[in-house]
């Protein structure tokens, strides 16, 4: 196919990396120790350990790499058996603020304490509620009661008779009427008759009336005297009722402030707690027969009273925010139990939360419906994720975070203020203020680590000018090792690890090589194996199923090419109907004969975690211009950017090469044929280069072979990517069509150490039905394609006769000297 002797296809050996089974030193994974962690990220467990050691304010971790390199398992790890050897942190409680309810005041307290708080509150309201309608309903209340309201009502009965006397001596009586006592003339100790009134003589009447009146006087003066009677029998009764309350709470609370006796805050709740008591006593005590509901269907006012009785007590509640006992809290807003990811039984909290909402991850006030109202207390303070981690350790998917509203904001204020706070979602913008909770903010003693991919990472570091600040170390996890015998059996004892964790049958030492293999085509290289564990289990938990289906107890790589081949086939539906199409040739596409300005180029399909290579035709035709290369991709905006840079750069190719003397004469278009989606990237570029250079020749390409790789504007060939799946996508077109042994695939040398190619590739290669070319220049290529020797350039500047380069030389020249005469018949003026 060239004349260069030194341009030869690859070797076998070079397009796939073999593990050989026989060098393994075992037969099972069985006989192999475990691996304690990971392999090959030393430089992420080293900033793990660092970040979690620091006790530096924004010392918090940023654990970046792909999904299924082992991030969360290796963070988990340490921080599970640092946590379990730090002491247990601090519980937190909300308490009823009783000079300012909207205000609840948060308490810190030793470990454990928090539920024995709780408790011995509900003990003693509890024991109040028994002992206060007891005390009250006593012979002894009921006595003391009576002696006061006797003392009361003996007085005003004195003052009553006082006066009734008094006005007998005068000849009047004391009566009661229908509103209430009066006065009456007497005679002969019966009251007299209007009539027999009014018979007597005018002085006589006088003098009685003027008697009456101040008699009446006298009496209003014991009338109202009488309120402040009844007010002194009410304040005696309050203060008897506040004694006994007294000497009743004090027994009540006797225990819980003798358990808390070196705490100086709970010593002030609790006082704060008695006086309240006291004040209410009247709460403890029933108030009357329950009565049937007014409304049909609806609560009885007993139960309306005992609502309203309950909700009383509540203010004496303690409400456990975090330590033992919040969990019973820890609840979603539509009431459904949450699996916080705490870890470990004992030392400082490890926490996963799945679901970063502003009140998972803050806290929240939920709301209780009460007589046809939303009402809320203290008591409906809800823990978030950072109360449960308080302390600890939190551990956040960066991405989820940054999706829910108002979460991220809410987690770099607590992290600058030391302290959560409380907030209800939107509540900055909403333009009308209503009063609500305002819980007392917890201080915070917490690390937090995020998880995420690079590019999260990097666009966050870039755009918000917090992120550096709050999350100064990044645990970088690596994609890949290095490859090496030693480093094949640490892998080895890795996949025996996994499968004995996993109850998985050991992999003999076939499996296992075979598992390396896929390893390196996992890293993208032949040279390294692949840390990202996640799809490397999956692939043996899949072997292992099918070693199962087959009854045998040890995994060969028999089963583990029967796990890869399964897989393929689930997903290749879509790459068998691309290819049908361009087998029955709806999608042309030539794998033989020799065309000018025709190319087979390559590109890659991205189908979710599926992959596959697929040629596309791409053409190239040239006339006389003034020096444009029209790439149609761009003209019809189906080009991307990258692609458009490509098609530049080999302009500038062409014109350092070909226009050094005269102008660049040419119109020149290149097409991906039956291309109807975007096309981007520059991979295609030295593929339009060549069906250019052969346009422009008039020398024909070999349609057998296909091109990947992009150029630069020295025509040298620079790397791609997916060259594996690009080679392995034109072979099962040149197999279905039928191999010649005149086909094969042009590639970068950048990209021959990435290659890690399917058996049956190599094997076609072994048997002389395809090659791989690896090419480093143009001039390499096009020899490559068109059999013809490309042409060094002589030091006059000229090309051997008959080669590429001359051809496209004398090509140019002549468009040049025929747009230049063109120009001169039409008066100089005219541009073509």
């Given at each position: 196919m060239t004349s260069d002797p030194n341009i030869t296809p690859l070797s076998i050996e070079r397009l796939r990396s073999i593990c050989d089974p026989k060098k393994l030193p075992f037969e099972t994974t069985a006989e192999l120790d475990d691996v304690d962690g990971l392999i090959g990220q030393e430089r992420a467990v080293d900033a793990i350990r660092f970040g979690t050691e620091i006790q530096r304010k924004g010392f918090n971790l940023f654990v970046l790499g792909s999904p299924g390199l082992g991030k969360h398992t290796a963070v988990s790890r340490h921080l599970e058996e640092k946590a379990a050897s730090e002491r247990l942190p601090a519980d937190w409680v909300y308490v009823n603020n009783f000079e300012v309810s909207h205000k609840p005041n948060a308490i810190r307290l030793p470990s454990g304490r928090g539920k024995v708080l709780q408790e011995g509150m509900a003990a003693a309201i509890d024991r109040l509620k028994g002992a206060i309608p007891t005390l009250f309903d006593s012979d002894d209340y009921r006595n003391r009661r009576r002696a006061i309201d006797e003392t009361m009502q003996g007085a005003h009965k004195v003052a009553i008779e006082s006066l009734s006397e008094k006005a007998k001596a005068a000849g009047v009586a004391v009566v009661q009427g229908p509103q209430g006592l009066g006065m009456a003339p007497i005679k002969d100790g019966e009251v007299m008759q209007p009539d027999a009134f009014n018979a007597l003589a005018d002085d006589e009447k006088k003098r009685i009336q003027e008697t009456i009146g101040e008699l009446q006087?006298?009496?209003?003066?014991?009338?109202?005297?009488?309120?402040?009677?009844?007010?002194?029998?009410?304040?005696?009764?309050?203060?008897?009722?506040?004694?006994?309350?007294?000497?009743?709470?004090?027994?009540?609370?006797?225990?819980?402030?003798?358990?808390?006796?070196?705490?100086?805050?709970?010593?002030?709740?609790?006082?704060?707690?008695?006086?309240?008591?006291i004040d209410h006593i009247e709460m403890f005590v029933p108030?009357?027969?329950?009565?049937?509901?007014?409304?049909?269907?609806?609560?009885?006012?007993?139960?309306?009273?005992?609502?309203?009785?309950?909700?009383?007590?509540?203010?004496?509640?303690?409400?456990?925010?975090?330590?033992?006992?919040?969990?019973?809290?820890?609840?979603?807003?539509?009431?459904t139990k949450q699996s916080d990811g705490t870890t470990g039984e004992a030392g400082a909290p490890v926490v996963y939360e799945d679901y970063p909402t502003l009140g998972n991850l803050v806290g929240r006030i939920e709301h209780r419906a009460q007589m046809g109202a939303l009402m809320t207390d203290f008591t409906l303070i809800k823990p978030g994720a950072l109360h449960r981690a308080n302390g600890g350790y939190l551990l956040l998917e960066a991405r989820k975070v940054l999706s829910e509203p108002y979460a991220w904001e809410a987690l770099k204020r607590a992290l600058r203020g030391a302290c959560t706070k409380i907030e209800a979602p939107g509540a900055a913008a909403s333009p009308m203020t209503t009063t609500t909770l305002e819980p007392e903010p917890i201080p915070l003693d917490i690390?937090?680590?995020?998880?995420?991919?690079?590019?999260?990472?990097?666009?966050?570091?870039?755009?918000?000018?917090?992120?550096?600040?709050?999350?100064?170390?990044?645990?970088?996890?690596?994609?890949?090792?290095?490859?090496?015998?030693?480093?094949?059996?640490?892998?080895?004892?890795?996949?025996?690890?996994?499968?004995?964790?996993?109850?998985?049958?050991?992999?003999?030492?076939?499996?296992?090589?075979?598992?390396?293999?896929?390893?390196?085509?996992?890293?993208?290289?032949?040279?390294?194996?692949?840390?990202?564990m996640s799809p490397v289990v999956d692939l043996i938990r899949e072997a292992d199923f099918w070693a199962a289906d087959s009854g045998v107890e040890i995994l060969s790589s028999s089963h583990i090419q029967k796990a890869l081949d399964e897989q393929d086939r689930r997903l290749s539906r879509m790459r068998e109907l691309s290819y049908e199409s361009i087998t029955e040739e709806t999608i042309l596409i030539d794998t033989s004969g020799m065309k000018v300005g025709q190319i087979n180029g390559l590109s890659v399909l991205q189908l979710g975690s599926f992959s596959f290579g697929k040629p596309t035709r791409i053409t190239a035709r040239a006339g006389m211009g003034s020096g444009k290369v029209i790439d149609i991709e761009r003209e019809v905006e189906l080009g991307g950017p990258l692609h458009t840079k490509g098609v530049l750069i080999l302009s500038g190719f062409l014109a350092a090469r070909f226009a050094q003397e005269v102008p660049m004469s040419l119109s020149a278009t290149l097409v991906f044929e039956q291309s109807y989606g975007g096309v981007d990237g520059d991979s295609a570029s030295s593929t339009e280069l060549y069906a250019l250079l052969s346009t422009l020749a008039d020398v024909p390409i070999n349609q057998g072979l296909a091109v990947t790789g992009s150029v630069n504007q020295h025509g040298q060939i620079q790397a791609i990517g997916g060259v594996n799946e690009k080679i392995e996508g034109f072979f099962e077109i040149c197999r279905a069509r039928g191999l010649t042994g005149d086909q094969g695939v042009l590639i970068p040398p950048a990209n021959v150490k990435n290659l890690m190619l399917k058996p049956e590739v190599v094997n076609a290669v072994r048997d002389g039905l395809f090659q791989v070319y690896s090419v480093e220049t143009i001039d390499q290529g096009i020899e490559i394609l068109t059999g013809v020797p490309a042409g060094a350039r002589r030091a006059d500047g000229s090309y051997p006769e008959g080669s590429i380069n001359e051809r496209v030389a004398r090509r140019l020249r002549g468009f040049a000297e025929t747009r230049r005469d063109f120009q001169r018949g039409d008066g100089g003026a005219g541009v073509v």
């Open positions: 006087k006298e009496l209003a003066d014991i009338m109202e005297n009488l309120p402040r009677l009844n007010q002194e029998r009410r304040d005696k009764i309050r203060d008897y009722n506040r004694d006994l309350a007294a000497v009743a709470v004090a027994q009540a609370l006797r225990d819980v402030k003798q358990a808390f006796w070196e705490t100086d805050e709970i010593q002030a709740y609790l006082d704060a707690v008695r006086k309240d008591l108030t009357g027969a329950p009565e049937a509901s007014s409304t049909p269907g609806g609560p009885s006012s007993a139960a309306v009273a005992d609502a309203e009785q309950e909700a009383k007590f509540r203010r004496y509640r303690v409400n456990i925010i975090a330590g033992d006992g919040a969990d019973a809290s820890n609840q979603y807003a539509d009431g690390k937090i680590v995020l998880f995420g991919d690079r590019g999260l990472y990097y666009q966050l570091a870039a755009l918000d000018p917090d992120f550096s600040d709050l999350f100064k170390v990044a645990a970088d996890f690596e994609e890949s090792l290095e490859r090496a015998d030693d480093v094949d059996v640490l892998y080895a004892r890795l996949l025996g690890s996994v499968a004995r964790r996993e109850n998985i049958r050991p992999l003999d030492a076939t499996a296992v090589a075979r598992v390396i293999d896929h390893s390196a085509r996992l890293s993208g290289s032949s040279e390294k194996l692949s840390v990202r």
